[in-house]
Structure formats: C-alpha cells, structure tokens
C-alpha cells in the first residue's frame, strides 16, 4: 500500500476523531503494520480476521501538540475494511496512549461497493489491551513504536477476540 494511501487513512483516523475543522491541524501519528497473531473461534464468524493476517495500520497518542484529538487512536485497514478503535472515555491505565486495558469504541468502514453495510456494524465498543513495547515513553518527536495487544468484539462479534503485533514509523 502507498505512504499516500496510508498517510490518507491516518488524516482519516484524526479527523473522525476531532472534526473536520481540527483535521488541518498537524499533529503526530504512526503507520506501519500490524499481523494478527490470535483469534478465539468466534471470530469465524464470516472469515474477516484469521491469524497471519496483516494489516496497514496507524497509530495516534496524545502527545500534547496543540490541537491534537483527546482520545488517542488506533486503525486497521485492509483492502475491503478500515477498522477503528479510540480509547473511550479516559477509561485505559494511560489516557495518552490507550497502553493498559481500558474501554473503547470502535468504528467499521467497509469499502465493499457491492453491499450495503450492515448498520449494527458501523459503531461497537469493547476492551482493548495495548502494551507499549518501545519506547517507554511516547513524544511528538518519537520515530517509532511497538505495540502487541488485543481487542475484543472485533467487528461487533461478541467473543472474537483478535490479538496483534504491530510496529510503526513516524508520519509526515
């Protein structure tokens, strides 16, 4: 996938999460990778997401650039779908970059022309699980990050848990 396509999906992830006014502001965000590693048996459900899968993926901390959206973000994008996770109100041990378990609320865009999207799919919550693996401390001006984590209710699925490495480079 080209930087311009990837770069366009983390815009994406900033500005669904701030508004259209905020989008034009610049502030950090990371692209990379994330290959999913786990899935319990009810994420079968439709063969949306298998172990060995990867993703493009972006990645948004709060890192007190002013401006920046409050609730920091993580997306996964495949060539049908963009799946979206933001921290859910403050609820994660660190509110700066959804490290630790805490709430989330998630979002499904499918890019499927073909169908109609199934509304109970556009917007879920869950519990996200992130570990910060490097650095242990996340700036503006950090270049690159790993993270492994899980999410549960993976595309509103009850009980489909997906587990996940991921890293990623700073954007421009």
Same mark, same amino acid.
Request: glycine content about 12%.
């Given at each position: 996938?080209?930087?311009?396509?990837?770069?366009?999906?983390?815009?994406?992830?900033?500005?669904?999460?701030?508004?259209?006014?905020?989008?034009?502001?610049?502030?950090?965000?990371?692209?990379?990778?994330?290959?999913?590693?786990?899935?319990? /048996? $009810?994420?079968?459900?439709? %063969?949306?997401?298998?172990?060995?899968? &990867?993703?493009?993926? =972006?990645?948004?901390?709060? +890192?007190?650039?002013?401006?920046?959206?409050?609730?920091?973000?993580?997306?996964?994008?495949?060539?049908?779908?963009?799946?979206?996770?933001?921290?859910?109100?403050?609820?994660?041990?660190?509110?700066?970059?959804?490290?630790?378990?805490?709430?989330?609320?998630?979002?499904?865009?499918?890019?499927?022309?073909?169908?109609?999207?199934?509304? /109970? $799919?556009?917007?879920?919550? %869950?519990?996200?699980?992130?570990?910060? &693996?490097?650095?242990? =401390?996340?700036?503006?001006? +950090?270049?690159?990050?790993?993270?492994?984590?899980?999410?549960?209710?993976?595309?509103?699925?009850?009980?489909?848990?997906?587990?996940?490495?991921?890293?990623?480079?700073?954007?421009?």
């Amino acid at each position: 996938m080209s930087l311009v396509l990837r770069g366009s999906a983390a815009a994406l992830l900033c500005a669904l999460s701030v508004g259209p006014a905020a989008a034009q502001a610049s502030f950090p965000f990371w692209i990379g990778r994330a290959g999913i590693t786990a899935v319990t /048996s $009810q994420c079968a459900n439709g %063969g949306f997401v298998a172990v060995g899968n &990867v993703f493009e993926s =972006s990645y948004r901390a709060k +890192t007190g650039v002013a401006g920046e959206p409050s609730n920091p973000g993580i997306m996964f994008l495949n060539n049908m779908s963009a799946y979206m996770f933001f921290r859910a109100n403050n609820a994660t041990s660190n509110a700066n970059t959804m490290a630790g378990t805490g709430a989330y609320t998630g979002m499904l865009f499918r890019g499927n022309v073909t169908s109609i999207p199934n509304p /109970s $799919q556009q917007s879920y919550t %869950g519990t996200s699980n992130l570990t910060i &693996v490097t650095p242990a =401390s996340i700036t503006s001006s +950090t270049d690159s990050i790993v993270i492994n984590g899980s999410l549960t209710n993976w595309r509103n699925v009850t009980g489909c848990t997906v587990t996940f490495k991921a890293g990623y480079r700073k954007g421009s």
